[in-house]
Antibody
Framework: EVQLVQSGTEVRKPGESLKISCKVSGYDFSIYWIHWVRQMPGKGLEWVGNIYPADSKTGYNPSFQGQVTISADRSTSTAYLQWSSLEASDTAIYYC??????????????WGQGTLVSVSS | QSALTQPPSASGSPGQSVTISCTGTHRNVGGYNYVSWYQQHPDKAPKLIIFEVIKRPSGVPDRFSGSKSGNTASLTVSGLQAEDEADYYCSSHAGGNNVVFGGGTKLTVL
């Protein structure tokens, strides 16, 4: 069974750094794209970016490029989304999702439960 | 990249059919057959219900169907049921490794 288990709720202050995780099981982590998706309070889904763990190739939404970093650790089957300096506007639920279908980089399929990130002074 | 355009709301009575549109450009919806639809109930993670425009994952009822014409994709929910009340999002491949989502449609079952 494909499972994506995300790290728990995070509360931070503006300017702080943060790294959230998405640990997968039930399949070969290396050969499926992992997507990150943001959902701000009461708002819709926004694609943040993705990574192909086998070679760590990444893609970013231009709106998030330079604001976040996506990485993967094949030894622990875990993907990460990190910020070096959080802003209040980063407050949101962040979902990881495994890609699948004929275009894994195109189709988020299996989803984690989401990680709530709250940034406030 | 701009979000795909969806109507903010849609509604129908039980048993009726409702169609939700998703409009993009030739750079996303019109250029690729990689349109997906997701159902999201309150405080839950999204669930894939349509992929590659017309395909349904295992376990998704055939009441859900997808289509595309030009730069607009559509999701039709037939035989509406109370549990279909949720937010629905489309997404599309947008070239390279990029994905773009629609703004979402709140479906109300009257």
């Amino acid at each position: 069974e494909v499972q994506l288990v995300q790290s728990g709720t995070e509360v931070r202050k503006p300017g702080e750094s943060l790294k959230i995780s998405c640990k997968v099981s039930g399949y070969d982590f290396s050969i499926y794209w992992i997507h990150w998706v943001r959902q701000m309070p009461g708002k819709g889904l926004e694609w943040v970016g993705n990574i192909y763990p086998a070679d760590s190739k990444t893609g970013y939404n231009p709106s998030f490029q330079g604001q976040v970093t996506i990485s993967a650790d094949r030894s622990t089957s875990t993907a990460y989304l990190q910020w070096s300096s959080l802003e209040a506007s980063d407050t949101a639920i962040y979902y990881c999702s495994r890609g699948d279908g004929n275009c894994g980089s195109c189709t988020p399929w299996y989803w984690g439960q989401g990680t709530l990130v709250s940034v406030s002074s | 990249q701009s979000a795909l355009t969806q109507p903010p709301s849609a509604s129908g009575s039980p048993g009726q059919s409702v169609t939700i549109s998703c409009t993009g450009t030739h750079r996303n919806v019109g250029g690729y057959n990689y349109v997906s639809w997701y159902q999201q109930h309150p405080d839950k993670a999204p669930k894939l219900i349509i992929f590659e425009v017309i395909k349904r994952p295992s376990g998704v009822p055939d009441r859900f169907s997808g289509s595309k014409s030009g730069n607009t994709a559509s999701l039709t929910v037939s035989g509406l049921q109370a549990e279909d009340e949720a937010d629905y999002y489309c997404s599309s491949h947008a070239g390279g490794n990029n994905v773009v989502f629609g703004g979402g449609t709140k479906l109300t079952v009257l």
